[in-house]
């Protein structure tokens, strides 16, 4: 599983399933809950789907807006397993 593909995987499925809208231009370093866009009922969504998609399990005290705010906060979560 390399980053490309996990970050280009991550991002179609939160532009389309969490934020709804599959033309929003997610940039990397965006604050996904801090900026409104989801809200933090949708991490738990995203961690069903990460376990799912990857099969990496994430713990709740780590479904967090601190840890999990950015495209590249979720992205490094899922390459560290």
Not at 31 to 37: E, V
Not at 43 to 66: K, N, R, S
Not at 71 to 79: F, K
Request: hydrophobic letters at 45%; a negative charge; proline letters at 2%.
């Amino acid at each position: 599983m390399d980053e490309a593909s996990v970050r280009a995987d991550l991002r179609a499925y939160i532009t389309r399933e969490l934020i709804r809208d599959e033309g929003y231009g997610l940039k990397d370093d965006e604050g996904i809950i801090s900026g409104g866009l989801m809200d933090s009922f949708a991490l738990a969504e995203l961690g069903v789907y990460v376990e799912q998609a990857f099969g990496v399990y994430i713990p709740d005290p780590d479904l967090t807006v601190a840890k999990m705010d950015t495209l590249n906060q979720i992205v490094a979560r899922v390459l560290r397993g």
